[in-house]
């Protein structure tokens, strides 16, 4: 009985955080654009506070979650996101990986779908800071580097969508190209969610048994210096391979650390093999 009164409150209180996202990205443009324009004639100037407010609310967001009793999490050395112009690579397990990543960056900056930006609970805040489209327009990667040298943290998930789970990671070389030509180092984090929700294959609905945790581990930085001697779309198809299999481990070793931390029965995807 216990268990089913929990297990029905985790479904209710989804559904009101995924209320609260909608309500949150239909009224932020509404909230504080109109402000924003008032008070900043600068475009740059609007998207850094406009990104520093988006930060905050991500952060009471992922607060509430916990307080909702959605999901708990934890972070480790998140001390290494708060400083300016980094490019933070991550994988991609599940939906709240943006929401998490942004709380913890104060002034992030994204890649994301193009489509988003004809959603219309997300299109007017992505426009609002000046998040980059993913459309493999030639100017893509100039807006990266320029964001990154303007002190914006930008955030790629270089599999460019959620990992499938039993899948290997695969990842594109998009983020690699953006490294490179940026000359800029990588700040990898590594995200585990157990048990796994709100993936590729889960819908809003389908509430594991236990309630999940994500947790998000900040690496040290990756320096570029032995890649910049090779021609960059060599460079950028070994970086990639390189960083697929720094992944792997990393994950391996995040997920063996969860199990001494939490115990054992923690559901963990499958890293063992590489993607081609």
Known sequence: MIFSINYLWRLVATALGFILFGIMGLLIPWVIGPWLYWRYSDQQQRQQQARAFIHRS????????????????????????????????????????VAFLMAFIPNPNCIVKE?????????????????I??????????????????????????????????EPLYFQRGAANVALRAQVRITPVTIVCTPLTLTKKHRWYHIPQRKPHISLLVGEDISLVDYYQQPVAGAARTLTRDLQLYFTEELKNHERDIHRRFGAGVETADYRHIGP
């Open 133 to 166: 489209a993913n459309n493999e327009a030639v100017g893509l990667i100039e807006d990266a580097r320029a964001s990154i040298a303007s002190g914006s943290s930008l955030v790629i998930f270089p599999e460019g969508t959620r990992t499938a789970p039993g």
């Open 115 to 131: 489509r988003l930006f004809s959603n219309p609970f997300m299109r007017g805040y992505l426009r609002l800071t000046g998040f």
């Open 58 to 97: 991500f952060r009471w967001y992922i607060h509430a979650l916990r307080w909702l009793g959605v999901v708990t999490w934890d972070i480790r050395h998140a001390e290494r996101l708060q400083r300016p112009g980094l490019l933070v690579l991550a994988n991609h397990p599940c939906l709240l990986d």
